[in-house]
Structure formats: C-alpha cells, structure tokens
C-alpha cells in the first residue's frame, strides 16, 4: 500500500470538479484507491458521490491511499488529476 497527504486549499473544498478529475483516474486502476479524512473516515476514490460524501473543506487534509498490482502508477496519477483540478479554484 502507498499513501500520499494533500491539504486541500481549494476555497470552496472538495467539490465536483476535483471529484471528477479524482475518480475519472482512479477508475483506470485495478488497485483499491480510497482517501482518509477526518476522524478514521474514508471515501472511495472510485465513486464521486462518496467523495462529495466526504464533506472535505478547505484547509482538510486527506490521506490518500492505493492497494493493488498497479498502486504506485495509480497514487501518481490521481494524486496529480485531484491537485490540477484544486488549482482552478
């Protein structure tokens, strides 16, 4: 398993933008990708409505996470479609 900490800065928090970009990717991957949030909480990257789910406000911060054949491919290339999405805020 790999993991990867990114602090949300977007002002208006996780939202479908970024959701889209994350799950658009994750989809791609036979790994489980799933992201850590608040107190134990977890959504799975691979549906938008548990990220939206999430409730992930600026300034959170999620911990990322990938388990499979492919986890490290699959980390890098959500990790970067979620921040790219964040920066258009």
Do not use: W
């Not at 398993?1 to 959701?19: D, F, Q, T, W, Y």
């Not at 999430?54 to 290339?77: P, W």
């Amino acid at each position: 398993m790999v993991s990867e900490k990114i602090v949300v800065n977007s002002a208006l928090g996780i939202h479908l933008r970024p959701a889209g970009a994350m799950c658009d990717q994750a989809v791609k991957f036979d790994s489980e990708i799933h992201f850590k949030y608040g107190a134990g909480k977890t959504a799975n990257a691979k549906s938008v409505i548990s990220i939206l789910a999430s409730g992930v406000k600026c300034g959170d911060e999620i911990e990322l996470t990938a388990q499979g054949e492919d986890e490290e491919r699959a980390l890098k290339a959500v990790s970067a479609a979620f921040k790219e999405a964040l920066k258009d805020d």
